[in-house]
Nanobody, 124 residues
Framework: VQLQASGGGLVQAGGSLRLSCAAS????????MGWFRQAPGKEREFVAA????????VYADSVKGRFTISRDNAKNTVYLQMNSLKPEDTAIYYC??????????????????WGQGTQVTVSS
């Protein structure tokens, strides 16, 4: 089963992008899904996560109020709407499936099925 992230690009500070993470099957429709990002020379960082029905979302403090995670299980897709982008948001963004307990939702080590990532670059 593969996850395909897309929607990245180059945008000016203050702009918006919408990332998509498409699964090849319905296998993850009952799982918590997460978005992470990794900048050069830095560890992979939690961005946001969403429960299987979208009823609960969790965000990193650095993106709260600017980013919105959502999902459409009919399309096997999770989205990340990013508004008011800042240069420090520049990174490769990845989506993955939480395989550990909910207590580990912010820890990338408990996620699997990482896609190839999509590059987001925010210019100042």
């Amino acid at each position: 089963v593969q996850l395909q992230a897309s929607g990245g690009g180059l945008v000016q500070a203050g702009g918006s992008l919408r990332l998509s993470c498409a699964a090849s099957t319905r296998s993850f429709n009952n799982n918590i899904m997460g978005w992470f990002r990794q900048a050069p020379g830095k560890e992979r960082e939690f961005v946001a996560a969403i429960t299987w029905n979208g009823g609960t979302t969790v965000y990193a403090d650095s993106v709260k109020g600017r980013f919105t995670i959502s999902r459409d299980n009919a399309k096997n897709t999770v989205y990340l709407q990013m508004n008011s982008l800042k240069p420090e948001d520049t990174a490769i963004y990845y989506c993955a499936v939480l395989v550990g307990g909910v207590a580990y939702v912010r820890n990338y080590r408990y996620y699997r099925h990482w896609g190839q990532g999509t590059q987001v670059t925010v210019s100042s």
